[in-house]
């Protein structure tokens, strides 16, 4: 998914819930920068303190320069961040390379988030933890069927692609479709053969769509997957606020005492409304800043948490930086990264890192 939903339907869907604005707020800015957390850079404090930054996502150039570097590395990037925290595995079928598969609203992914939901609430970085999380539920509901790693069960049929109402066809900006052109161009490979089938590149950026009614054949069989996918994205999207809204609610409850700002149902047609409108992000973005639902949401800046990690070195004491959004994210991230894949997928057999 892409910022109007990480961003504005995860803060509408919070403080719904009745999360008041400020924590909904940082729920819904921890949830995309999850996108934005590309950089490691770290500068210690004078006093010695040091903030040290979990890099949750790559931009197009890192991608890039990272995927013609050696094996190792470019393993590594998958299994520690597309794996934990875009295409969480859903462990279905019997080989390595099935139980990675990304489940939409899967038992896995659901057991990842009762836990975090029990951690958020006794910890300072819960309203970060909760927004990672927030993130990681709603991937699985757009890249459902494809894993974070290379493999060949990430192929889609040659011809058998078809968008019902995209009129964007042709014009794909994501990373992964980008990685495609550019490898293309320097390597002469076809755009599948050259990522090796990461994630759903086969397919561009049409699961993170909202409004996308489209249609394909996966390359090969597998257990817990059937082989053709038709899909309207706005459908399994609706899917992701109903849940995550009864995700905030059990929040809200408890940390807060809590009862909703607005129920579900008075929500669901303009929540469908919303999915359906506006092909470019910047549009639909647009659409939902105008919804009464997002009322109170702040202005999204990725280099606000970002300025506030390089602050870290120069604030008064590295212990005051503790308190800022930027190092409970961190703190956040991995927690969440080694909770997954240390302790959760190890105990299901599933061993990606
Ligand atoms: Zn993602």
């Known amino acids: 998914m892409q910022r109007d939903m990480h961003y504005f339907c995860t803060f509408a869907m919070a403080r719904a819930a009745g ?3 400020a924590d909904a707020n940082a729920i819904a800015y ?16 004078r006093d010695g303190g040091l903030l040290f930054g979990i890099t949750t996502a790559h931009t197009l150039l890192e991608a890039l320069a990272r995927s013609t570097s050696d094996r190792v590395t470019k393993l590594e990037d998958q299994r520690k961040v597309w794996v934990p925290f875009h295409f969480f595995p859903g462990g279905a079928g019997d080989s390595f390379y099935e139980k990675i598969i990304c489940v939409k609203d899967g038992e896995l992914v659901n057991e990842m988030f009762k836990n975090n939901l029990s951690v958020a609430l006794a910890k300072d970085y819960g309203l970060e933890l909760l927004g990672i999380t927030a993130h990681v539920y709603a991937d699985t509901f757009s890249h459902y069927g494809f894993s974070g790693m ?30 495609n052109v550019v490898k293309d161009s320097v390597f002469g490979e076809s755009a599948e053969q050259a990522t090796a089938a990461l994630g759903h590149g ?43 809204y009864g995700y905030f609610r059990q929040f809200a409850e ?7 700002l607005i129920p579900f149902e008075e929500m669901r047609v303009e929540l ?18 105008t919804s009464a639902l997002t009322a109170g949401v702040a202005a999204y800046d990725p280099e606000e948490w970002e300025n506030d990690k390089k602050k870290f070195a120069h604030g008064i004491s590295s212990r005051d930086g503790i308190a800022t959004h930027v190092y409970r994210f961190h703190q956040a991230a991995a927690y969440h990264r080694y909770h997954v894949l240390k302790d959760m997928l190890p105990s299901h057999g599933i061993a990606v890192y």
């Open 150 to 179: 290379s493999s060949l069960f990430n192929k889609v049929a040659q011809d058998s692609l078809h968008e019902e109402n995209t009129s964007t066809k042709g014009v794909r900006s994501t990373l992964f479709h980008a990685l």
């Open 30 to 45: 921890a949830s995309q920068f999850v996108d934005d957390s590309t950089r490691y850079s770290s500068e210690a404090h």
């Open 19 to 21: 999360i008041p604005d």
């Open 202 to 244: 086969p397919v561009a950026d049409l699961p993170d769509r909202p409004y996308a009614e489209w249609s394909f054949a996966y390359e090969e069989e597998c257990r817990g997957r059937d082989l053709q996918s038709s899909r309207k994205n706005h459908q399994t999207y609706l899917e992701y606020c109903e849940k995550i």
């Open 254 to 260: 408890s940390r807060y005492g809590a009862s909703c």
């Open 272 to 289: 469908g409304r919303l999915l359906k409108k506006g092909k470019e992000l910047d549009e639909r973005e647009a659409n939902w800043k």
